[in-house]
């Protein structure tokens, strides 16, 4: 779970994901689980799968995938990246994964509308959070039916006659999956209230005025106020 310190100083976890907030918000499937279980296609290129193989490694490192319970397998391919490099695409359509997943509506503006308020005098920023969707924890109830395939990529963690695959879950609310947009800006708004603190806080800064410090930086937002 995100650990950040709120206005007090106390270090804080957010509990996002816990079933309080699905009771409150909702069941997590509109329809019956899936069960895919299709083995991962073998990448034959010998350049793709060593870099494949390597960005794997990375995200079971970094915990993004563990092992646990699956019941149903996710897909994954790779795709060009400039000239020398790939980029993973985690699929989870494929299994039918996104159909039965509840997600609440969740529009992202066209750059159309966007630019409807960009004229002269306008500043723009782009801020990149890194592995933005990967820094949130999955859904327990979602982790076991978002499994992926490893046995073509280690064969070499098989031992004996007592593991015949290398399957592993997502841990993370992470590309290709319906809620994860919705997932990680909501974690990041909670992030941001807590950062904040609360207005009547003594611990809180305040200006000369009175008026509590976070309160006179707010229109800024999360970057403005820090």
């Not at 039916?145 to 841990?171: K, Y």
């Amino acid at each position: 779970m995100p650990t950040c310190r709120g206005g007090n100083g106390q270090r804080t976890t957010i509990h996002i994901f816990g079933d309080g907030l699905w009771s409150k918000g909702g069941p997590p499937w509109l329809s019956k689980p899936p069960q895919y279980k299709q083995p991962q296609r073998l990448e034959r290129n010998v350049d793709t799968f060593l870099s494949m193989k390597h960005k794997l490694q990375k995200v079971r490192n970094l915990g993004y995938v563990a092992p646990g319970r699956v019941n149903s397998l996710t897909s994954f391919f790779a795709v060009p990246k400039g000239e020398s490099d790939i980029r993973m695409v985690y699929d989870g359509t494929k299994s039918r994964l996104n159909d039965a997943m509840w997600a609440p509506w969740f529009a992202l503006p066209a750059i159309e509308g966007h630019l409807r308020f960009v004229n002269v005098g306008t500043f723009l920023g782009d801020i990149d959070v890194s592995d933005m969707f990967l820094n949130f924890i999955m859904h327990e109830k979602l982790q076991e039916h978002a499994g992926i395939d490893l046995t073509s990529f280690f064969p070499e963690e098989l031992i004996g006659d007592e593991a015949r695959v290398t399957w592993e879950r997502w841990a993370r609310c992470g590309m290709g999956f319906r809620d994860s947009p919705y997932k990680a800006v909501q974690a990041m708004l909670f992030a941001g209230e807590i950062i904040r603190g609360h207005p009547k806080d003594p611990s809180n800064i305040h200006l000369p005025s009175g008026q509590p410090w976070i309160q006179a930086v707010a229109p800024m937002g999360v970057e403005g106020a820090r």
